[in-house]
């Protein structure tokens, strides 16, 4: 989703971005041989039904009663200018994006059911919630490493864990062919928004 000024808020699902189309609130952007064009709510549903015969594979649709519409991919609010707050919001999703299921001890990939956090300085040993001490592991790495930091336990991290600049799971989602067209949103945004 965008504001007015065409920076990104955030990512929003399809019935929330329907909702805001149909109450006039908000308008699909839509990228079409390189360029970005607007539509309303009943532009968007007769413009889908287009892209419904020649292009289906590209877009997740709604079907409805009377027709199919295409879930869009950018919204823009008409009526919201303001600018989105920075900062990435620590949680498990976020951290096994960040580490891309990878365990940062042994450096296998597992299922996020398989995977496990890991504090690399214990908070018994007063390590913190934080971005910096907190790592995928996998079961068997975590219960060898215990209460230990990683030197203590004589293991070693693949890689120092560090605070993403933006969403990690919106990464992943940005590396799909499928969602390209936000790319250029997202980007803007990292550059422009004002740091406080």
Known sequence: MLNRLYMAVRVIGARRALTLLYGEQAEVVSVEDDKYTSYDFADWVEVSQFKQRFEPERYDWIRTVRFQIAVPKI???????????????LNRRNLFARDQ?????????????ELSLDHVVPRSQGGTNSWENIVCACVRCNVRKGGRTPEQANMRL????RRPRRSPVLTIKLSEAKYASWRQFVDFAYWNVELK
């Open 101 to 113: 299921n990878r365990c940062q001890y042994c450096g296998h990939k597992y299922p996020s059911s």
């Open 75 to 89: 919204i823009r609010l008409l009526g919201y200018d303001r600018i989105p707050a920075a900062g990435v919001k």
């Open 158 to 161: 693949i890689t120092k864990p």
